[in-house]
Nanobody, 120 residues
Framework: VQLQASGGGLVQPGGSLRLSCTVS????????MAWYRQAPGRQREWVAS???????NYVDSVKGRFTISRDNAKNTVYLQMNSLKPEDTAVYSC???????????????WGQGTQVTVSS
């Protein structure tokens, strides 16, 4: 199983980016899909997550600006980031809980991270 994240880049304050993370390999089902970020010199921070039923949660600092979504047919989770601020600058990583086969336990997998830089 591999997670491939993409969509990061350099954007001006107030701009938008959409991150994608696609799961490849042998997967029976996807559980919670989430995004985390880590800024230089800081601990990794949970940003947003969405369970298989579609309910989502966000860290307070991104509420109203970021939207997490998922396409189960494509094994992909997205993070639409609007009204970006310099303090959103970080490496963003996806995390997915999944079952590889029917009846197997849920295992957590991480993507490689994608850099988001918000600067004028």
């Amino acid at each position: 199983v591999q997670l491939q994240a993409s969509g990061g880049g350099l954007v001006q304050p107030g701009g938008s980016l959409r991150l994608s993370c696609t799961v490849s390999g042998s997967v029976f089902s996807l559980n919670t899909m989430a995004w985390y970020r880590q800024a230089p010199g800081r601990q990794r921070e949970w940003v947003a997550s969405m369970v298989s039923g579609g309910a989502s949660n966000y860290v307070d600092s991104v509420k109203g600006r970021f939207t997490i979504s998922r396409d189960n047919a494509k094994n992909t989770v997205y993070l639409q980031m609007n009204s970006l601020k310099p303090e959103d600058t970080a490496v963003y990583s996806c995390n997915v809980g999944l079952r590889r086969t029917v009846g197997s336990r849920v295992t957590s997998y991480w993507g490689q991270g994608t850099q988001v830089t918000v600067s004028s």
